[in-house]
């Protein structure tokens, strides 16, 4: 019984150092590895680049008040639509305390002059007729009384610009701010109350209001010096804009920039495109947009996925299937390339089965 018992425990503990062995090996053994293939196909191959960029007006107007003052009366707001010379605004004149002293002085002084010279014209006009002084001195005392009169209208007019902003003879209102040109307000700046400052020689002045033509709109972008040697103006761009993704929008590129712009650390070229605008769609000022620039094409030809291409020596190889996982390499002459699928020029035919890389 104890013999039996012995051998049986021999036996179980073979059957372990067998098993075990078995595990070892088998974990060590490697899985035999299989590949898969494709086929080379036939499809359409487009070479693009893409220019980031914006749409715009081609005609926006910063329209400007004349004079200094507040804001009194505003007769439009964002999204109206303005033909020249609409009222846009009205503009309450605060005087300036020197420019208002200054011109008060200067039509005292024109007053003064001119009584002056009306005295001396009078007493100049009795030689005159008792022909002591000759015609030409007479007239010139004359020409002096006309300039005399002549500028206490101006003091005047001056004066009245200054406290209102508008003249009696002139009849010309420079405090009412109108429209320069047609088109739709896109921004109004400026509220009821609000501080504006004139445009002059040395300041450009507050923006009362921006007018736009929006029936002329452009797409203004930006193309990285790699790409734009191939492109040139005529060409037709693909819009795609955040906002309106569902929408197919096309223009035609009418500049490219003659010099390059640095930004991070690339040199970028300015595009601008004239689009063509749909009947139904409005396209708002400052829409965000991508433009596809086709710069090649190939239709239905025999292509395979460029991530199964093998570069070598400025050679492209494919690993191809002779049979039962066995696969040679073959050189091949590629064309067309969109980033995805390449072209085949020479080297496979349809049918053939290449390894995925």
Do not use: C, H, W
């Amino acid at each position: 019984m104890k013999r039996a018992l012995g051998i049986t425990f021999v036996l179980i503990l073979i059957a372990s150092f067998i098993g075990a062995g078995y595990i070892l090996i088998k974990k060590s053994m490697k899985p035999e590895e299989v590949y898969e293939s494709t086929e080379p196909f036939y499809t359409d191959i487009v070479y693009k680049t893409v220019a980031t960029g914006t749409i715009t007006p081609r005609k926006e107007i910063d329209i400007k008040s004349q004079v200094s003052g507040v804001v009194e009366k505003l007769y439009i707001q964002a999204g109206d639509i303005v033909k020249q010379n609409d009222l846009l605004a009205k503009i309450k004149i605060i005087p300036d305390v020197v420019m208002l002293n200054n011109a008060e002085m200067r039509l005292k002084t024109a007053v003064i002059n001119f009584k002056n010279a009306k005295l001396e014209l009078e007493r100049q006009k009795k030689l005159y007729q008792e022909k002591v002084i000759s015609e030409q001195d007479f007239n010139q005392y004359l020409l002096n009384y006309q300039l005399a009169n002549q500028e206490v209208e101006a003091a005047q007019n001056n004066l009245e610009l200054v406290r209102e902003g508008a003249s009696k003879k002139a009849g010309a209102v420079s405090n009412l701010v109108r429209a320069t040109a047609t088109g739709m307000v896109l921004d109004v700046p400026v509220k009821e109350g609000t501080f504006v400052i004139e445009t002059n020689t040395f300041n450009e002045g507050t923006t009362i209001a921006t007018i736009a033509d929006m029936s002329d709109i452009i797409f203004e972008g930006k193309v990285d010096e790699s790409e734009v040697g191939k492109i040139k103006e005529g060409m037709e761009l693909d819009l795609k804009i955040g906002a309106l993704q569902d929408e197919q929008i096309k223009a035609i590129l009418e500049y490219i920039s003659p010099k390059g712009k640095e930004e991070e650390g690339a040199i970028q070229f300015e595009i601008r495109a004239a689009v063509k605008l749909k009947k139904d769609l409005f396209l708002r000022a400052g829409y965000s947009a991508n433009a596809d620039i086709v710069l090649d094409k190939r239709d239905s030809v025999l292509a395979i996925k460029e991530s199964d291409v093998l570069f070598e020596d400025d050679k492209s190889f494919v690993e191809v299937e002779t049979g039962g996982q066995q696969f040679d390499k073959q050189e091949v002459k590629l064309g067309l390339s969109d980033g995805i699928n390449v072209e085949v020029l020479e080297g496979l035919t349809k049918g053939d089965k290449i390894k995925k890389q």
